[in-house]
């Protein structure tokens, strides 16, 4: 069963630090781009961050450029979203996503062929 779970969610003062976990299992991620995207009540989905498979290229939101870093670890089959310099704008339920797209630039989510369930993150104080 293709399944991504996302783990590392909860509550965050600002400017603090979270870092998201996507793990894969069922399929492996090194032949994926694994993207992040987040939506806040009453928003829209939004695009956070992606990186590729082949090179680790990358990609982020210009919210989000500078405060959040995306990396991967394929011997563990996970993907990971270092959050830091945490606002109350960043409060959203996150969820990552897997799609053979290469990630250079913004990948639409029509693109993404497995989602996982999603982790709230909540920045207040």
């Known amino acids: 069963q293709v399944q991504l779970v996302e783990s590392g969610g909860g509550l965050v003062q600002p400017g603090g630090s979270l870092r998201l976990s996507c793990a894969a299992s069922g399929f492996t991620l090194d032949y994926y781009t694994i993207g992040w995207f987040r939506q806040a009540p009453g928003k829209e989905r939004e695009g956070v961050s992606c990186?590729?498979?082949?090179?680790?290229?990358?990609y982020y939101a210009d919210s989000v450029k500078g405060r959040f870093t995306i990396s991967r670890d394929n011997a563990k089959n996970t993907v990971y979203l270092q959050m830091n310099s945490l606002k109350p704008d960043d409060t959203a339920v996150y969820y990552c996503?897997?799609?053979?797209?290469?990630?250079?630039?913004?990948?639409?989510?029509?693109?993404?062929?497995?989602w996982g369930q999603g982790t709230q993150v909540t920045v207040s104080s």
């Open positions: 996503a897997a799609t053979g797209y290469y990630c250079s630039a913004y990948v639409p989510s029509y693109e993404y062929d497995y």
């Open positions: 990186i590729s498979s082949s090179d680790a290229s990358t």
